[in-house]
């Protein structure tokens, strides 16, 4: 069974950064890319970026560029996303979403990260 | 960047109803779409994959079509399990969601 476990959620200040994980289960971790995605509270979707591990390349949103940092462990299948000098804009859920041809057929149950002083 | 237009924000249908959903880009996007089911507090599920494969254990009531810029997710009998925001994503180039489409029970 394909399983995306994704780390608990944060409570972070301001200014702080926050490296959340994404361990991979089921399946063959190098043979598929990771999506992280942003959701705004009540809002939609947002793509920040790709990770392909076989390979260890990533691609950003131009937006995210800066705030996000796609990271990948193939001895331990795990994704990893870190977001720095956060804001409250950065408040938000976070998930990780395994892709094969630009398809997500996997999702992680979701990061929630609130940034609050 | 390619923008995700989907319509209506808000559909309220009847259970039994066939359900129509339009997603449009702004510029071709050779069929690499697919349809994501959210409901309240859970991830995003794939429903449909480029534009009209229907995913494993999804029921066939989903369906998928389009072309070019214009896309269309129908479901042709609504159940009340259906009630949820259903995005459109493209992934032809640097990927896109559309904005989602809240669906109510009448």
């Known amino acids: 069974e394909v399983k995306l476990q994704q780390s608990g959620d944060e409570l972070v200040r301001p200014g702080a950064s926050v490296k959340m994980s994404c361990k991979a289960s089921?399946?063959?971790?190098?043979?598929?890319?990771m999506h992280w995605v942003k959701q705004s509270p009540g809002q939609g979707l947002e793509w920040i970026g790709t990770?392909?591990?076989?390979?260890?390349?990533?691609s950003y949103n131009q937006k995210f560029k800066g705030k996000a940092t796609l990271t990948a462990d193939k001895s331990s299948n795990t994704a990893y996303m870190e977001l720095s000098r956060l804001t409250s804009e950065d408040s938000a859920v976070y998930y990780c979403?395994?892709?094969?041809?630009?398809?997500?057929?996997?999702w992680g149950q979701g990061v929630m990260v609130t940034v609050s002083s | 960047d390619i923008q995700m237009t989907q319509s209506p924000s808000v559909l309220s249908a009847s259970v039994g109803d066939r359900v129509t959903l339009s997603c449009k880009a702004s510029?071709?996007?050779?069929?690499?779409l697919d349809w994501y089911q959210q409901k309240l507090g859970e991830a995003p599920k794939l429903l449909i994959y480029?534009?009209?494969n229907l995913q494993t254990g999804i029921p066939s009531r989903f369906s998928g079509s389009g072309s070019g810029t214009d896309y269309t997710l129908t479901i042709s009998s609504l159940q009340p399990e259906d009630v949820a925001t259903y995005y459109c994503?493209?992934?032809?180039?640097?990927?896109?969601f559309g904005g989602g489409t809240k669906l109510e029970l009448k």
């Open positions: 979403a395994r892709s094969f041809g630009g398809t997500t057929d996997y």
């Open positions: 089921g399946y063959t971790f190098t043979d598929y890319a």
């Open positions: 990770i392909i591990p076989l390979i260890d390349t990533t």
């Open positions: 510029q071709n996007i050779n069929k690499n």
């Open positions: 480029f534009t009209n």
């Open positions: 994503y493209q992934y032809n180039s640097g990927p896109t």
